[in-house]
């Protein structure tokens, strides 16, 4: 039974830092597309940055070069380090798993989410 369990949000001033982990269990997270998305109310929920088995990153637009994702396969942990947060960054954070690629619209695996809010 694979499991992701989220935790490090919490609330923030703007231009503030915060890094979310993701703990996986169950499966071996190497073997697998990790990502991190976010959903605020009323707005569609939007992949945010994901890491491919291999390493590579890809980020949305709006977070690049402010947001970091990476893992620790021996831990079993996905990150995501947030620097210089935005007020618009205000979203419930969620971590997500897919073994059957990297698109966004293929992970299946959700966290429970953790609440990032920036004031």
């Known amino acids: 039974h694979v499991q992701l369990v989220e935790s490090g949000g919490g609330s923030v001033q703007a231009g503030g830092s915060l890094r979310l982990s993701c703990v996986a269990s169950?499966?071996?997270?190497?073997?697998?597309?990790m990502g991190w998305f976010r959903q605020a109310p009323g707005i569609e929920r939007e992949g945010v940055a994901r890491i491919t088995r291999d390493g590579r990153t890809t980020y949305v637009d709006s977070v690049r070069g402010r947001f970091t994702i990476s893992k620790d396969n021996a831990k079993n942990t996905l990150y995501l380090q947030m620097d210089s947060l935005k007020p618009e960054d205000t979203a419930m954070y969620y971590c997500?798993?897919?073994?059957?690629?990297?698109?966004?619209?293929?992970?299946?695996?959700w966290g429970q989410g953790t609440q990032v809010t920036v004031s």
């Open positions: 169950g499966y071996t997270s190497d073997g697998y597309c």
């Open positions: 997500a798993a897919s073994l059957a690629g990297c698109g966004y619209s293929q992970f299946s695996v």
